[in-house]
C-alpha cells in the first residue's frame, strides 16, 4: 500500500531528471530557430539538364544548378520554381522554404509531342516570282528569311520541319511543293506568302471546295475538312501575338483568291494530301506592312504568331 501511495525516491528523482531536461531542451530548441540564417539553396537538376531555371519568375541559371534565395527568413516563406527548356512542357512546383535550408529538386521534363511540318516558302514558281515593296525587297527574300526562322523556333520546340525549297533562288513548281509536303509524312502544310493589294495585315486561305488543275482534281472531301478546322485554329492564335501590332485580314477560302476563282482551289491546294493553309503574311505594298515584315520585331513577331497558330491548328487537328 504504502509503495502506491508514496512515490518512491527513484520515481521524484526520475521525474525531476525529465524536467530539467525538458527546461534544458526548450531554450536549446530557441536557439537552433535563431542560429538558422544565410540563404535557403534549391539544388535543382533535371532530365534532360539544360533547362532554364526561374524562380518566382525571375531566371537564375541553368540545370543542374544550385540556385540561393537570400530572400528566404526563419519563418517558411513559398517560392515558385520554374524550369523551361525548348521542346519541353514547362515544368513548376511551389516549395516553401526557410533560411538556411537545402532542398534538393530533381526534376523529370516531359518532351512536347512534336509533328511534322512542311513550310513552303513561296515563289519563284511556275506562276510567279512574287511581288516586291516599296524599297525594292522581294517578297521571294522574305518568304525564304521568315521560313528559316520559323524552321528554328518550330525545331526548338520540338518539331520537325522539311521545306520544300533548298535555296531562296530555287523554282519549285505548286504542284511538286504539295508533293514534297505529303511525301514527308507532314501533319500540315504552311505556306508563306506576302501579298500585293490596297488592305493591310495578314490573312490565311485554305482549300474551301475541291478545284482541278492538270486534269486532276482535289483536294479530298477530308482535306478540305481538317484545313478548314487547321484555319480555325491558326487566325485566331496568330493574331493574339499580332494584336495591337499587324493587323488582321481574317480566315477565307482559296476560291476568294484570283488563281482559286479560277481553278476551284490554289494548285497547292488541289495536290495536297494534308491539311493546307496559305499565309498572306503581310501586304508588302503597304508602306506600314513592309516596314513591319522587314524589321527585326516585326519578323519575330511573326514568327512567333506562326508558331502559335501552327500549334494551335495542330490541336485541332486531333
Ligand atoms: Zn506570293
Redo the contacts with the bound molecule.
Keep these: 500500500m504504502t509503495t502506491k501511495e508514496c512515490p518512491s525516491p527513484c520515481l521524484v528523482l526520475f521525474a525531476c531528471l525529465l524536467l530539467l531536461g525538458a527546461l534544458a531542451l526548450g531554450p536549446a530548441s530557441v536557439r537552433a530557430e535563431e542560429s538558422t540564417s544565410g540563404p535557403a539553396v534549391l539544388a535543382v537538376s533535371s532530365e534532360p539538364a539544360g533547362a532554364k531555371v526561374f524562380v518566382n519568375g525571375y531566371y537564375k541559371s541553368r540545370t543542374p544548378a544550385n540556385v540561393t534565395i537570400e530572400s528566404a527568413t526563419a519563418t517558411p516563406r513559398e517560392y515558385t520554381l520554374t524550369l523551361l527548356l525548348s521542346g519541353y512542357a514547362k515544368w513548376q512546383r511551389a516549395y516553401s522554404l526557410v533560411a538556411g535550408e537545402r532542398r534538393e529538386v530533381a526534376a523529370r521534363l516531359d518532351k512536347l509531342p512534336g509533328a511534322i511540318i512542311c513550310l513552303d516558302p513561296?515563289?519563284p514558281s511556275e506562276t510567279?516570282a512574287?511581288?516586291k515593296g516599296s524599297t525594292g525587297v522581294t517578297?521571294?527574300h522574305l518568304?525564304w528569311v521568315i521560313a528559316l526562322k520559323l524552321r528554328d523556333a518550330l525545331t526548338a520546340r520540338g518539331h520537325q520541319v522539311v521545306l520544300t525549297k533548298s535555296s531562296e533562288g530555287e523554282m519549285v513548281t505548286n504542284r511538286r511543293r504539295a508533293e514534297i509536303a505529303n511525301g514527308a509524312g507532314a501533319a500540315c502544310m504552311l505556306r508563306l506568302?506576302?501579298?500585293?493589294a490596297s488592305a493591310s495585315g495578314l490573312a490565311v486561305y485554305y482549300p474551301d471546295r475541291q478545284g482541278t488543275k492538270y486534269g486532276v482534281t482535289g483536294p479530298g472531301r477530308d482535306v478540305i475538312q481538317a484545313s478548314g478546322a487547321f484555319a480555325q485554329g491558326f487566325y485566331p492564335a496568330a493574331m493574339a501575338v499580332l494584336s495591337g501590332q499587324h493587323k488582321g485580314r481574317g480566315v477565307h477560302g482559296d476560291s476568294g483568291t484570283y488563281i482559286g476563282s479560277q481553278q476551284g482551289a490554289l494548285t497547292g491546294s488541289i495536290f495536297a494530301k494534308i491539311p493546307v493553309l496559305t499565309v498572306?503574311m503581310c501586304v508588302l505594298t503597304n508602306r506600314t506592312d513592309e516596314a513591319f515584315i522587314t524589321g527585326a520585331r516585326g519578323q519575330e513577331l511573326m514568327v512567333k504568331a506562326l508558331v502559335a497558330g501552327v500549334e494551335a491548328g495542330l490541336a485541332r487537328l486531333r
Design positions: 513561296g515563289h510567279s512574287g511581288c517578297e521571294n518568304n506568302h506576302c501579298d500585293a498572306e
